[in-house]
């Protein structure tokens, strides 16, 4: 207000007055600040990066490598499901086709079941080289949960996870064998089942034409023995053919059966104690039975029938497992070079906070 003043009073009287320019205060650092600051708190700076980086590079070298190994699975060729496809056709099995698409599906379903998984963990020696601890029920389902979810399939690639790259490649590749073979098994068993119920049916109705036939040679040996009794009774020994209409005459002349189907003692006790006596020693019952050899030969052809779980495949490994190189986690490098980041820029910022704070106090002194 004085200088105000002077100026005022000064510009009454003529004198001419000088003004002058006030500086004006200005928020911004220039670049030339900044290296400044940087290089007068160096020392603050370069020890909290080696800090963060010592911190940064530590967790690097304490977590454990996870490693990660895959191998990929192609359908079988015609030819490794060709003994299978005739084996089904042979067994009567004709609505359900063996190709290497069908046979490739069904080893995939099959590693996908958690009870085909969880028979490989309990009984190949995963539980003890990865969950030796587990005792109780309640840990080894959780071992079997923890390792089950290491596994993953997925678009003909089966790939494994765990800290021990030999391990898990070894187990990978054994995997693929066990499961392909439990695959094997249980396709033979279907087959095998199917194979034996129709052995059953056909061997039921062998038997039941058996005792058609049976019953019906029984019920002649009955009618054979009334009929001799008959013909003992009235004298009949040899053939006596009954007097019959003209009409049935005809008739007779074209079936003699016609005349005596229900006058069987009128042939003679001769004649029908031959037809009994062959009857009784007849040893093959259904030998005039035309369907009863059709289905013996079935069921003979039947029994020959066989099929081993090496007979056929149900995949191909297009890409074996080899043992990786480098864990997948932790990324060392970029987890060391983030730590020396993110320290420089901790300590730039450090160093700027602590020279905003002395900087007052600079000034006041």
């Not at 034996?196 to 109705?205: F, G, M, P, R, Y």
């Not at 036939?213 to 009794?229: D, G, M, V």
């Not at 099929?307 to 056929?312: A, E, Q, S, T, V």
Request: hydrophobic letters at 40%.
């Amino acid at each position: 207000m004085d200088q105000q003043s002077n100026n005022l009073q000064l510009a009454k009287q003529g004198t001419p007055v000088m003004l002058v320019a006030q500086p004006i205060e200005q928020d911004q650092i220039s670049l030339f600040d900044l290296w400044q600051t940087m290089t007068k708190h160096k020392f603050l700076i370069a020890a909290l990066c080696s800090i963060i980086t010592i911190i940064g590079l530590s967790y690097a070298l304490l977590s454990p490598s996870v490693y990660t190994v895959s191998t990929t699975l192609v359908p079988p060729s015609h030819k490794d499901v060709a003994e299978i496809e005739r084996f089904a056709n042979a067994i009567g099995l004709t609505d359900t086709s063996y190709t290497p698409t069908t046979a490739f599906k069904y080893f995939s379903q099959t590693i996908n079941l958690k009870s085909i998984r969880r028979d490989y963990f309990m009984n190949h020696g995963i539980r003890e080289k990865f969950y030796p601890t587990a005792r109780s029920e309640r840990e080894l389902h959780d071992s079997f949960n923890a390792f089950n979810q290491t596994l993953s399939w997925k678009d003909g690639v089966l790939s494994i996870t765990g800290s021990d790259p030999v391990n898990i490649t070894t187990t990978l590749n054994d995997i693929v064998t066990q499961v392909a073979r439990m695959g094997r098994q249980n396709m033979v068993g279907d087959l095998q089942a199917f194979l034996e119920s129709q052995k059953l049916i056909t061997q039921s109705k062998i038997d039941a034409l058996l005792t058609q036939e049976t019953h019906e040679k029984q019920n002649r040996i009955a009618q054979l023995k009334e009929a001799i009794s008959i013909a003992s009774v009235l004298g009949i020994s040899d053939f006596q053919l009954p007097a019959v209409s003209s009409k049935n005459r005809e008739m007779a002349e074209g079936d003699f059966s016609i005349i005596t189907s229900d006058i069987l003692y009128m042939r003679g006790i001769k004649s029908l104690n031959a037809e009994l006596e062959a009857l009784e020693n007849r040893k093959d019952i259904g030998m005039y039975n035309t369907e009863i050899p059709k289905l013996k030969g079935k069921l003979e052809k039947l029994q020959k029938q066989s099929i081993g779980i090496d007979d056929f495949r149900l995949m191909r490994v297009e890409e074996p497992a080899y043992t990786p190189l480098r864990p997948i986690k932790p990324r060392r490098n970029h987890i060391v070079l983030g730590s020396l980041i993110a320290g420089l820029i901790f300590g730039i910022f450090a160093a700027f906070f602590v020279d905003t704070i002395l900087r007052p106090r600079n000034a006041g002194a």
